[in-house]
Nanobody, 116 residues
Framework: QVQLVESGGGLVQPGGSLRLSCAAS????????MSWYRQAPGKERELVAT??????NYADSVKGRFTISRDNAKNMVYLQMNNLKPEDTAVYYC???????????WGQGTQVTVSS
């Protein structure tokens, strides 16, 4: 069975940094699209960053500040978050999308709070 387990959330001050981790199991990780989403209170869930192979994509709001990376040997995906802003406060979710067969899997979410 596919399982995504997230860690690394917490409280940080504006301008600080945080690294989120997502441990995946039960899928062919190297052939899976991995993404980070976030959802703030009262707002829709939004795509933050995506990784497939050597390609990455970012939402405009985090470009230049966040970096998604993956370690295929360890079945891990990370989100390095630098220069955090209060607007980054949200629950962050790890998502895996397999290609064959096509399926989506979600982590449980981890809270990131940016506040002074």
């Amino acid at each position: 069975q596919v399982q995504l387990v997230e860690s690394g959330g917490g409280l940080v001050q504006p301008g600080g940094s945080l690294r989120l981790s997502c441990a995946a199991s039960g899928l062919l990780f190297s052939h899976t699209v991995m993404s980070w989403y976030r959802q703030a209170p009262g707002k829709e869930r939004e795509l933050v960053a995506t990784s497939l192979g050597d390609s990455t994509n970012y939402a405009d709001s985090v470009k230049g500040r966040f970096t998604i990376s993956r370690d295929n040997a360890k079945n891990m995906v990370y989100l390095q978050m630098n220069n955090l802003k209060p607007e980054d406060t949200a629950v962050y979710y790890c998502k895996a999308r397999t290609i064959i067969p096509r399926n989506d899997y979600w982590g449980q979410g981890t809270q990131v709070t940016v506040s002074s």
